[in-house]
């Protein structure tokens, strides 16, 4: 069974940053993707451990960044310049596949982010 560990969520103001870290042994894609109350969850960014390619989901394409440490296991994902609209409870996810628009196989419990205005 694929283990996803998130962390690093909190509150923060607009404009500042969060880092946000998955623990995972999973040696495949893993993604980030976000849910705030009452809207569809959205895929965030993903990366693979073979090519440089990291999509991105146009809302946050020059303000998070992802990234991933293998000899930790863990893959990142830093935020920059946060707004309200960031607010959401954040998920790791596990698949073959990096295409955020998939049905990933394996998921977190979450982290919640906050940003107020």
């Known amino acids: 069974q694929v283990q996803l560990v998130e962390s690093g969520g909190g509150s923060v103001q607009a404009g500042g940053s969060l880092t946000l870290s998955c623990v995972t042994s999973y040696g495949g894609c893993v993604g980030w993707f976000r849910q705030a109350p009452g809207k569809e969850r959205e895929g965030v960014a993903s990366i693979s451990p073979f090519t440089s390619t990291t999509p991105y989901a146009d809302s946050v394409k020059g303000r998070f960044f992802i990234s991933r440490d293998k000899s930790k296991n863990t893959v990142f994902l830093q935020m920059n310049s946060l707004q309200p609209e960031d607010t959401a409870m954040y998920y790791c996810?596990?698949?073959?596949?990096?295409?955020?628009?998939?049905?990933?196989?394996?998921w977190g419990q979450g982290t919640q982010v906050t940003v107020s205005s």
């Open positions: 996810a596990a698949h073959f596949s990096c295409d955020l628009g998939s049905q990933w196989s394996y």
